[in-house]
């Protein structure tokens, strides 16, 4: 099968061909139709990550068909997504008090597994999310993270009417339509001069949007932060009100600098977000649904992958870029 393969940190990926994977007791064998770039895909291929396992194939947003299946619960041609979750042990502290997401344990797709930028995948059959044969499998792969890291992160601001979203890119772009058919509203923070991202945000239904520097006329309940920036965990606690809460929602972040302890008084939050869970994958693909959200994607070839993924680090397109990976 053909697979885009790294070999070491920093290298470009390269086309490779490699055996179709064969499944393991538990594991089905998924052919992939697509799989969405994420800005994880950044951090293990920059080797930003602890402990990848080389040589590496990325991704994480992957959908496809079940073409062989080892266990019941899915069925040959099923339609699936396979996200960032990929195993976790099932019996420790976290995964018994329904934080499987912070298995010690855990294993993750295009990281410490094998990912979706090829053409076969075996995957634990348990860690699959069932998708609708009828939609787009391109509009639909990038809310198999950018849509459910969003959803986790705003799970996590509670009852929050005003948002702010710092870094609008895949996952904001996904979550803004959520808060609107929420009724809440969300403030749209972009890199310093990105017109074109702020006039997105607007035509999606922003209420405000500017610069990361910047700040709108009124305090925020609560902020996300998707950009890997800590100089904006400063920035958004000055954004949000007392009480307020600020998400990272990153899985790798710069240096956050000190800040004054004023900014945080008040009984305002900084929290992570690690990962997801299966129930958030089941929770938010219902909401996507009923919300009926439209991803805005680019479409590469998957001997495209090291265009697409320096496309998304220069900031060169809105939405998501998706690489299309079966041949028709």
């Known amino acids: 099968m053909r697979a885009m393969v790294q070999e070491g940190p920093g290298q470009p990926l390269t086309l490779t061909d490699i055996p179709v994977p064969e499944p393991a007791p538990g594991q089905a064998l998924i052919k992939v139709d697509t799989c969405a770039v994420c800005r994880t895909d950044l951090h293990v291929v920059d080797g930003e990550l602890p402990a990848i396992p080389y040589p590496v194939?990325?991704?994480?947003?992957?959908?496809?068909?079940?073409?062989?299946?080892?266990?019941?619960?899915?069925?040959?041609?099923?339609r699936v997504g396979?996200?960032?979750?990929?195993?976790?042990?099932?019996?420790?502290?976290?995964?018994?008090?329904?934080?499987?997401?912070?298995?010690?344990?855990?294993?993750f797709t295009g990281y410490t597994l094998p990912g979706g930028y090829a053409e076969y995948l075996a995957v634990d059959q348990r860690y699959c999310l069932p998708l609708s044969p009828a939609a787009d499998s391109a509009a639909?792969?990038?809310?198999?993270?950018?849509?459910?890291?969003?959803?986790?992160?705003?799970?996590?601001?509670?009852?929050?009417?005003?948002?702010?979203?710092?870094?609008?890119?895949?996952?904001?772009?996904?979550?803004?339509?959520?808060?609107?058919?929420?009724?809440?509203?969300?403030?749209?923070f972009t890199r310093p001069g990105d017109v074109a991202a702020q006039r997105f945000a607007k035509q999606l239904g922003a209420r405000w949007a500017g610069d990361s520097d910047a700040r709108p006329d009124r305090l925020l309940d609560a902020a996300i932060i998707f950009a890997p920036v800590g100089p904006l965990v400063p920035a958004a606690l000055r954004a949000v009100r007392k009480g307020g809460i600020v998400v990272c929602g990153g899985i790798h972040m710069s240096d956050i600098p000190s800040f004054p302890y004023e900014i945080l008084w008040g009984e305002r939050q900084v929290r992570s977000v690690a990962n997801l869970t299966r129930r958030d994958g089941l929770e938010f693909l219902k909401i996507a649904a009923a919300a009926q959200i439209r991803t805005q994607t680019r479409l590469f070839a998957l001997e495209q992958a090291n265009e697409a993924l320096a496309q998304l680090r220069g900031g060169e397109f809105t939405g998501s870029a998706v690489l299309q990976v079966a041949q028709d």
């Open 57 to 78: 194939i990325p991704g994480h947003q992957v959908v496809g068909n079940v073409l062989r299946a080892t266990a019941e619960g899915l069925t040959v041609g099923e």
């Open 82 to 107: 396979v996200p960032w979750l990929g195993y976790t042990c099932g019996h420790c502290q976290y995964c018994e008090q329904e934080q499987e997401n912070l298995c010690d344990s855990a294993r």
């Open 140 to 188: 639909i792969a990038p809310l198999l993270c950018g849509g459910l890291i969003g959803y986790r992160a705003l799970r996590m601001t509670a009852a929050a009417q005003h948002v702010g979203l710092y870094g609008f890119g895949a996952a904001a772009h996904i979550l803004a339509q959520v808060l609107t058919h929420q009724g809440r509203h969300f403030y749209a």
